[in-house]
């Protein structure tokens, strides 16, 4: 509590009484908390790779240029960390634009199973490369309100993080499905699981079950909160269901054109 006060005098300045006023400020200082976490967070996650790119490019130069073998190893680290701090100030610059106040999708009707299909086109070489089958199931022709470019980076997200938590030779369905009044997008796998104490915690900002993983997987820990403020913008909404060593199914529903 933020507390302050005030005398209430009377004639010749006699006190007459006090004015307390309590103000709550619990959500403030939850806020100040959250603003200097984010801050904390972004700085060691851009600091770890810097560190990493000068430290491999000094013991480059200091001789580890003469070892072939060597040279080859350490330029693909760098190349690696480089790869890394990109997608990270990519996805930190989308998250910026997408949490202003005056952020606003482009709505317009949208065939789900049209954006479904044409960006899964960029996501199948991935799930190959892993030995997993994704696979679009039989989905509805619905057209659900909203912009197909925020709806595309949805599914990215949602299709990369399935490929990257599911062990090689498992397998993604997809799915665009009507209920009464929405249209509902699923994407489903055969994944590590997450538990359930972790569900409400992985939309933070850098929030990870499994930080080592995370990174092995070129992951940001920005993902899902991108995620989920794109669903607020749609008026939508996320629903995650999950088993350890089974699966995830995400579920977005978005309203009905
Ligand atoms: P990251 O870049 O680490 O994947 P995200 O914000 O996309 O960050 O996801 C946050 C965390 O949620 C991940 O680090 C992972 O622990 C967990 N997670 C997300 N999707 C899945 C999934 N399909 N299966 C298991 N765990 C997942």
């Known amino acids: 509590f933020d507390v302050s006060c005030a005398p209430i005098l009377a004639q010749q300045k006699r006190l007459r009484g006090i004015v307390v006023v309590f103000h709550d400020i619990t959500e403030l200082k939850k806020l100040e908390k959250m603003r200097k976490d984010f801050v904390a967070n972004v700085?060691?996650?851009?600091k770890t790779p810097?560190?990493?790119?000068?430290?491999?490019?000094e013991t480059l130069l200091d001789g580890a240029m003469d070892d072939s073998e060597l040279k080859t190893k350490f330029l693909n680290i760098i190349l690696n960390e480089s790869k890394r701090l990109q997608s990270l100030i990519q996805d930190l610059l989308e998250l910026s634009k997408i949490e202003q106040e005056h952020f606003m999708i482009k709505w317009q009707s949208v065939s789900l199973?049209?954006?479904?299909?044409?960006?899964?086109?960029?996501?199948?070489?991935?799930?190959?490369?892993?030995?997993?089958?994704?696979?679009?199931?039989?989905?509805?022709?619905?057209l659900a309100l909203g912009d197909p470019y925020r709806i595309r980076q949805m599914i990215i997200?949602?299709?990369?993080?399935?490929?990257?938590?599911t062990p090689a030779g498992g397998h993604v369905w997809v799915q665009v499905r009507d209920t009464k009044d929405d249209v509902e997008l699923m994407v489903k796998d055969t994944g590590i699981g997450i538990s359930e104490d972790q569900i409400?915690?992985?939309?933070?900002?850098?929030?990870?079950?499994?930080?080592?993983?995370?990174?092995?997987?070129?992951?940001?820990?920005?993902?899902?909160?991108?995620?989920?403020?794109?669903?607020?913008?749609?008026?939508?909404?996320?629903?995650?269901?999950?088993?350890?060593?089974?699966?995830?199914?995400?579920?977005?529903?978005f309203k009905k054109a």
């Open 50 to 57: 810097v560190t990493s790119l000068i430290g491999f490019t």
């Open 200 to 253: 409400p915690r992985i939309f933070e900002r850098f929030y990870r079950v499994d930080k080592g993983r995370s990174r092995n997987q070129g992951g940001t820990g920005l993902g899902l909160a991108i995620v989920k403020h794109l669903v607020e913008a749609h008026e939508g909404r996320i629903d995650v269901s999950s088993e350890i060593g089974k699966g995830t199914t995400f579920t977005i529903t």
């Open 43 to 46: 700085s060691h996650e851009l």
């Open 157 to 165: 997200n949602l299709v990369t993080n399935a490929i990257s938590y």
């Open 113 to 142: 199973r049209d954006v479904l299909e044409d960006t899964l086109i960029i996501l199948k070489e991935k799930a190959h490369q892993k030995s997993i089958i994704l696979e679009v199931l039989p989905s509805s022709k619905s």
